[in-house]
């Protein structure tokens, strides 16, 4: 008689609450209390997950003979809020718990409970880009080849610039503090001073299209992944920049590490890594950290923790991996699964939110001895 039996429990089966959409997700974020993950989609959907979890892994673990081992959760995790936003392409964290959600026409406040409680911007052109300083509440948004800022998020003011080569601005982004914004096209990368206008400060032709723009907390450096061209990195005070052109892949994602004055990407057979202490302005190999191991696909999409240093990198394979900066040690969350396209912590380091080309919207939590 054949006897089937099931497959053992993964790592990723353990720890993850797991729901599927219709489409791929393209953004994951937390919002600022840590209660709901939120997810866009490519069709435009908006979903949130709850946070709160009835059998979180430190009330699933026994210990046996001195062994530590989580069990199976028993229980389906809460359903998904789902909003009424159609049409939507970012989502970024606001105060009081909320969401603002961006798309073609404008931007909306959503709640945390997932309903609309109001326009923050409606634009009659399509707005190709948009973002939000936490710092100070300014808005950016690029339309029609213009830069538009509204300071403190009064929309009754702006700054205008037009973007110089010519081309429209699909990334933009201020530096954490609001004091400098960046705005990329096909043609050039573009940094203004923001003061009582848009002053012009920095121009450096790209030659291909941006696909992630990043900058550090202290608002010194950038970097640019370029289409075909690699990465870009700017050092704003100095003036310079780099290119970094040895990448297999699309650096779709750039993040930094403040702990290790480091930054990670995408793009790689592992996670690149290079520390800002030898920045690799005269040998690209230089500063460069070995994080993580060769895996056999892409790096997808990286996140930091928040005050950490660990990284948490997805591939094209689906495998998602723990590592630590400058460390080649990795630990495997998940090992299969729909190509990674998002990956972000919670401010606390604790739970990684993660989302992937198949419409896999998922929570890891890691118990707290985990990374001790």
Known sequence: ???????????????????????????????????LLAAVCDDGTVVFARMADN????????????????????????????TRINGANSVYAFTGGGFRVAGE??????????????????????????????????LAFTSDGRLIIHPEGNVAEKFEAEHPGGGNPTRVAFSSDGTMVAAASGDCLAL???????????????????????????????????????LLLVDVEAGQHVFLGDFPGRVADVRWCAL?????????????????RSP???????????????????????????????????????????????APDELVVRSVGGPVTSLQWTSDGQHLGLGDALGNVAIVSFPAQMFK
């Not at 039996?5 to 953004?27: G, Y």
């Not at 059998?55 to 998904?80: F, N, V």
């Not at 004055?261 to 520390?275: D, E, H, I, K, L």
């Open 1 to 35: 008689m054949n006897q089937q039996s099931n497959p053992p429990l993964t790592l990723f089966d353990l720890l993850a609450r797991n729901w599927k959409q219709q489409s791929a997700v393209r953004r994951v974020c937390f919002n600022d209390d840590n209660s």
């Open 55 to 82: 059998e979180p892994p430190e009330a699933r673990i026994s210990t046996d003979d001195g062994r530590a081992a989580i069990m199976p959760r028993q229980g389906k995790p809460a359903p998904l809020i789902r």
């Open 105 to 138: 026409g404008g931007v909306a406040h959503v709640s945390r409970s997932g309903e609309t409680v109001g326009t923050v911007l409606s634009s009659g052109a399509r707005l190709a880009t948009f973002d939000l300083c936490r710092a100070t509440g300014a």
């Open 192 to 230: 203004y001073r923001c003061r009582n206008g848009l002053e012009p400060s920095l121009q450096v032709p790209l030659g291909g299209e941006p696909l992630s723009l990043t900058w550090d907390a202290e608002g010194r450096w950038l970097a640019l992944g370029v289409e075909g061209a690699g």
């Open 260 to 276: 290790e004055q480091a930054f990670v990407a995408s793009g790689a057979f592992r996670v690149a890594a290079w520390s800002m």
């Open 280 to 326: 690799p302005f005269q040998d690209h190999s230089r500063g460069a950290l070995t994080t993580g191991r060769t895996g056999m696909a892409l790096v997808e999409a990286v996140a930091v923790q928040p005050t950490g240093r660990l990284v948490a990198a997805g591939y094209g394979n689906g495998q998602v991996v723990i590592c630590s900066v400058g």
